[in-house]
């Protein structure tokens, strides 16, 4: 116990053992349009396991990625996407920092204009002594670069959501 605690605290890895849409807009850095399109990438689904660090309980759910890419943008392969999920979960989580972690990865990996994830999870200290609903899930998100500075952006990502969600 201690030793997955102390690896834990220190940010390292623990065994745990117990789609593409294109956007026609282009903009500029100062929100003017301009003759680069950005084309925004989607990952939907991603498997998420990993332990709540305040109640030592597991929480699953799936997690959503988007990135904006223009000519510079490294692709991410929804292999990579995963196992940037599966990277962060290795460790004890809370949710809100789990999302942030994700979508500060993909944007280092991918070095996009914007990046969004979106983590949609049920969590197992909820279900047993929380609000005691089965079926309860908890969704975070974290929006950076493009997507923190637009409002439309976002909600063309929750409407993507929505639509394949169908």
Known sequence: YAAVMAASAAGRAMPLRAEAFESTESASPSGGKDSSALSTFFERDL??????????LPFHGAVHVAYLADKTTKPLTR??????????????QVQERLTRDIARDVLALTGAPGVMVAVRASHLCMIARGVEKPG???VTSAALGAFADNAARRGRFWETLAENAR
């Not at 498997?47 to 030592?56: D, N």
């Not at 292999?79 to 004890?92: C, D």
């Open 79 to 92: 292999a990579e996407a995963q196992r940037a999920v599966a990277r962060h979960g290795r460790r004890f």
């Open 47 to 56: 498997e998420l396991a990993t332990l709540c660090e305040h109640h030592l």
């Open 136 to 138: 309860s899930t908890t």
